[in-house]
């Protein structure tokens, strides 16, 4: 089993009338909202955060890319990527990922994450999402019906690019480039592990089956309402003839809370996760899907749940999150049996722990990872024990990484003395 | 009375509305489609032999894929002109199937004779921005796109409310397809460039517009009007955006008061 400990980045200052007066947290959020100087103090707190993560032994660390939200402050998660590859040192940089449609040309991120690769050491996990349509069509005004088939092209550059023997010529729709050539290129051969984020399409599900991608649910729903899906993934998988069903080509995302005991959680922490629930999942439902983006077979199937009770996700409360199973929250070992039934329920050998949960302080957010590291991760580690033969979707590091050479301060005089 | 029927262009079905008596007239239509019972569709077969293509995704013409841009669709607007073998007719278009027909006159400038553009979109002013039609909920439609937003709600939904989710999934399922290929055109700004080549227009051009027009304001009928030569407009009131189920018998009159018969 992997665990990746995995930070939104929320913004922790939205008013506790957020949902009366602003419309969405989405794409046309208030600017006045955010604030520069305790952005500076957010930022590096999360950095920390992340790092404290990976001293205590998960897996990877992981970030993604969101544009224009207020839950999501990494617009550039390949600039997270790098702040973290330098203080940290085994851990696997998940970055869950670039939105290959946005990128022009999209060898930038060919490139980026190349250059992640290499200064890590070989420590990136890469993440190809189409995107949310808030992010790639409202925030970066792609075509909806365009988005999908842009994204292939992409996808079909970015792996040439990252392959190739010899400089190529790329004649693509959307994109032309006479010399493709990037350098540097990634340390992992022939590329680092690829996870895609997909929300149950059958394309989606096909898509990491040809390429040898895991594929992954990043929702906020919890594993109960996750069943359906990632049934259909594994149906998927059975009915191609995949010669194997690993359960590390899935991962899905869930938000934890460990505390001594399962009151405590909820006096610890609710607060926090209705403040992610109710605020930083207000989005104005006219931003949620723009026509062309899905397929009609999709909004058949859930067209209601979306605009249905006048457009709006309604309040919760910490009761129907811990019911619902949107949050796994208690003591230890509640939090032990709950993951487990997750694990062998959806049948995951990636885990994307939401530990840290909208505005929950600092002390608190590394207080639950903590507890998470030294008391539920060991029991459940070795539940895919059968399958740790499979490499195929984790990164593979140098043996012998450089490290960062210690501050030396003021340096001696060359001795041949300086020119004034 | 209006016809259903059917062409094929490079093996894609094209759903073609037929009807009516007189000169050759085409209609192409908005973003939200035309029926058989359009009124203006309707009101227009009196005094024209109508034919109404109907974009790809609307109605039962086929998705094509293939067209991604203006030009694809331009050049397909055309294509359908000669495949329904008609010579310089009278084209008119409304909303999106207005920028379609500008563009039409703008790069074929020969071909079209007289061209009457209702609302059309295809200029930005940017100190009067478009809403975005892509990011409006259902039940903000009316108020958009009708000057009486209680009649308009009536219409759109053939008497049932607004959040019935009898309407709502179709309605949107529809949205998906219509609005899919609509987005090529207008997504995420609807300007194609169709400003720098309104100069080639050689037709003689009526601009009409509902004067409540919510959605594109009647401020770019003068845009319009400016950039194409001897273009004339003329405002109708009590009418907003659908302009074309609000008063189809005012369209009518103008078209032949500019002697469009």
């Given at each position: ?39 500076h ?6 950095l ?23 839950y ?60 949310t ?15 999908r ?53 059958l394309?989606?599900y096909?898509?990491?089956l ?28 059975a ?79 910490w ?32 885990l ?15 207080y ?9 991760m ?43 | ?28 239509h ?14 227009l ?16 013409s ?5 067209l ?93 409310h ?7 999934i ?21 300007d ?24 594109i ?8 009007a ?19 189920v ?16």
């Open positions: 089993m992997r665990f990746t400990w995995f930070n939104l980045m929320p913004w922790p200052d939205m008013p506790d009338d957020f949902r009366e007066k602003h419309r969405s947290v989405w794409v046309d959020i208030d600017p006045h909202l955010f604030d520069p100087v305790r952005g103090e957010v930022y590096n707190t999360y920390d955060q992340l790092e404290y993560a990976a001293s205590l032994g998960f897996d990877g660390i992981g970030c993604n890319e969101h544009h224009q939200n207020g999501g402050l990494m617009p550039s998660p390949n600039l997270i990527a790098a702040s973290l590859a330098r203080r940290t040192e085994k851990v696997a940089l998940v970055v869950l990922g670039n939105s290959i449609a946005l990128y022009n040309p999209p060898i930038r991120v060919a490139e980026e994450f190349a250059m992640l690769d290499v200064i890590s050491g070989g420590r990136l996990v890469a993440g190809f999402p189409v995107g349509s808030m992010d790639t069509n409202y925030c970066y005004g792609q075509i909806p019906a365009l988005t088939e842009k994204y292939a092209e992409a996808h079909e550059l970015i792996l040439r690019a990252w392959t190739a023997e010899a400089p190529f010529a790329f004649n693509g729709r959307y994109t032309k480039l006479r010399y493709v050539n990037i350098w540097p290129r990634p340390l992992q051969k022939p590329y680092p592990p690829i996870h895609i984020p997909g929300g149950g399409s394309e989606t096909d898509f990491c040809d390429n040898t991608y895991s594929y992954s649910y990043l929702s906020f729903s919890g594993y109960l309402r996750a069943r359906a899906l990632m049934a259909g993934y594994w149906d998927r998988v009915a191609r003839h995949t010669p194997d069903d690993s359960p590390y080509r899935a991962g899905f995302a869930q938000t934890i809370c460990v505390a001594e005991t399962d009151a405590e959680a909820e006096r610890l922490y609710a607060e926090h996760v209705l403040y992610f629930y109710n605020r930083c999942l207000h989005i104005f439902p006219g931003f949620a899907d723009a026509p062309g983006y899905r397929t009609v077979k999709t909004i058949q199937s859930g067209a209601l749940a979306q605009y249905g009770a006048r457009f709006r996700y309604q309040p919760v409360t009761g129907e999150l811990i019911e619902g199973g949107h949050v796994i929250a208690g003591s230890p070992e509640t939090v032990r049996q709950r993951l487990e039934d997750l694990i062998r329920g959806l049948r995951v050998g990636n994307y722990c939401l530990i840290h949960v909208g505005n929950m302080p600092t002390e608190k957010t590394m639950s990872t903590r507890l998470f590291a030294e008391r539920v060991p029991a459940l580690r070795h539940i895919w024990r059968d399958y740790d033969w499979d490499e195929r979707f984790w990164c593979h590091p140098l043996r012998h990484a450089v490290r960062p050479a210690e501050l030396r301060g003021a340096l001696p005089a060359p001795s041949q003395g300086m020119v004034a | 009375m209006i016809r259903s029927t059917h062409l094929s262009l490079r093996g894609h079905k094209v759903d073609v509305l037929i009807g009516g008596d007189g000169p050759d007239l085409v209609f192409f908005g973003a939200a489609g035309v029926t058989a019972e359009d009124p203006l569709l309707t009101t077969a009196a005094q024209y032999r109508v034919h109404a293509p109907l974009l790809p995704g609307y109605g039962e086929a998705e094509a894929t293939h991604r841009d203006m030009l694809d669709v331009t050049l397909h607007s055309q294509d359908v002109v000669e495949e329904l073998g008609l010579a310089r007719p009278i084209l008119v278009g409304h909303s999106l199937g207005g920028m379609i027909a500008a563009e039409m006159a703008a790069i074929a400038p020969r071909e079209v004779e007289k061209l009457a553009l209702i609302a059309p979109f295809g200029l930005w002013l940017g100190d009067h921005p478009i809403p975005d039609i892509f990011a409006t909920l259902p039940h903000e439609l009316p108020a958009l796109l009708f000057h009486d937003a209680a009649l308009g709600e009536q219409l759109m939904t053939g008497g049932l607004l959040e019935d989710p009898q309407f709502l179709g309605f949107l399922v529809k949205s998906a397809r219509q609005l899919g290929m609509a987005g090529k055109l207008l997504f995420p700004i609807p194609r460039g169709l400003g720098d080549r309104l100069y080639r227009v050689r037709a003689r051009t009526l601009i009409l517009w509902g004067e409540n027009d919510r959605l304001p009647p401020i770019y009928a003068s845009a319009f400016a950039a194409i030569t001897g273009a004339r407009v003329v405002i109708l009131p009590e009418a907003g955006h659908l302009v074309t609000e008063k189809p018998d005012a369209i009518r009159a103008a078209l032949a008061a500019a002697g469009f018969g």
